[in-house]
């Protein structure tokens, strides 16, 4: 199973970016797909997630301002962020639980950099 991210880059804060995590390989299912980030000399922390059936969950931090969306059809999962600010400046890891043959287990992305300048 391979993940392609992108659409990270630098941007002003106010600014929006949309990231966009593809997967392929031996996929039988994937279940809920989602985004987490890092940040330097922190923990690895949850932004959003969304299930196959497209409930979503988004970190407090982010609500009202960031948009999970996937499209099954394309084994693909998006984060629309609008209204950037400088802490949201972090590496953005994308995360899927796939099923290969019967049970899930947790996938990465390689990581996409986010700087979002003052």
């Known amino acids: 199973v391979q993940f392609v991210e992108s659409g990270g880059g630098r941007v002003q804060a106010g600014g929006s970016l949309r990231l966009s995590c593809a997967a392929s390989?031996?996929?039988?299912?994937?279940?809920?797909m989602g985004w987490y980030r890092q940040a330097p000399g922190k923990q690895r922390e949850l932004v959003a997630v969304?299930?196959?059936?497209?409930?979503?969950n988004l970190a407090d931090s982010v609500k009202g301002r960031f948009t999970i969306s996937r499209d099954n059809a394309k084994n693909t999962v998006y984060l629309q962020m609008n209204s950037l600010k400088p802490e949201d400046t972090a590496v953005y890891y994308c995360?899927?639980?796939?099923?290969?043959?019967?049970?899930?287990?947790?996938?990465w992305g390689q990581g996409t950099h986010v700087t979002v300048s003052s």
């Open positions: 995360n899927a639980q796939v099923v290969t043959t019967t049970l899930p287990y947790s996938y």
């Open positions: 390989g031996s996929i039988r299912r994937l279940n809920a």
């Open positions: 969304i299930t196959s059936s497209g409930s979503t």
